[in-house]
């Protein structure tokens, strides 16, 4: 999404952008928007809570630092409770109110909340989840929510050669709980021996999900030859491709 929206950026000639970006995709986007400036989100590993809470304090003061007219924020993160200027925030869905319960939901409410009053201008990316927020934030004034839907980039060419050798499903999304990547995991364990595919999994994982859940379940059923794990950032040529050649696109989001 992010990447979609600086493409337009430099598509419509805008000057004067800053990007501010996690060290696990800096090289990727340098590499990609050399045109702008481009640093790297202080990011404190470990301390858990606290190391987050001080990552947050931290980026906000890069922001700060620099001056800015207006901070674009195309996802939700706690730096923007330290950041002194405006802000635009994008909201992508509200997920996490309807899967967390108890006090894990009550978190989630009140953060997206703060986010949403903290912030002067809310985009999201369809009707419903403008509906959602209506729902569920009903103090919170329709006037600073616009739509904008998702940007699609269509490639007039397609690649001559696929990205890996033989057939394969196609998995790409973030790798996080709701998104129910361990349900295609066990679906694919039982039609294994059926099928001649493997299955390629793209996705950035987020929280500790991916090392607790998907890799031991891969592990124990021993699928490691079946399944291919791709966690680094994939270019849009690269994504494009496999894309093209899957056999099937499988999003089994709840």
């Not at 800015?68 to 195309?74: A, Y």
């Not at 009707?127 to 569920?136: G, L, M, T």
Request: charged share 20%; proline share 4%.
């Amino acid at each position: 999404y992010a990447q979609r929206i600086l493409l337009g950026f430099v598509k419509n000639g805008y000057k004067d952008v800053v990007i501010l970006c996690h060290p696990l995709i800096f090289d990727v986007i340098y590499k990609n928007f050399s045109n702008y400036v481009c640093l790297k989100a202080i990011q404190i590993k470990g301390y858990g809570i606290l190391g987050k809470i001080v990552s947050a304090y931290l980026q906000g003061e890069q922001i700060n630092t620099m001056d800015c007219d207006i901070v674009f924020r195309p996802a939700l993160s706690p730096s923007m409770f330290f950041i002194r200027c405006n802000v635009v925030q994008t909201i992508h869905d509200l997920q996490g109110l309807r899967i967390n319960k108890g006090i894990k939901k009550w978190v989630t409410y009140s953060f997206i909340g703060m986010t949403l009053f903290r912030s002067q201008h809310i985009i999201t990316i369809s009707n419903f989840v403008e509906k959602d927020i209506r729902q569920f934030y009903p103090m919170v004034s329709p006037k600073k929510i616009e739509t904008i839907y998702n940007s699609v980039k269509v490639e007039p060419t397609i690649g001559t050669t696929s990205p890996i050798a033989g057939n394969y499903l196609l998995y790409v999304s973030m790798i996080r709980e709701y998104k129910n990547l361990i349900t295609l995991l066990k679906a694919f364990n039982i039609i294994k021996d059926r099928i001649t595919q493997k299955l390629v999994v793209i996705g950035r994982p987020m929280g500790d999900y991916f090392q607790k859940v998907v890799v031991p379940y891969i592990q124990v059923n021993r699928l490691d030859r079946r399944i291919i794990l791709i966690t680094e950032p994939v270019s849009n040529e690269l994504l494009m491709r496999y894309y093209q050649y899957a056999d099937l696109l499988v999003h089994p989001s709840l």
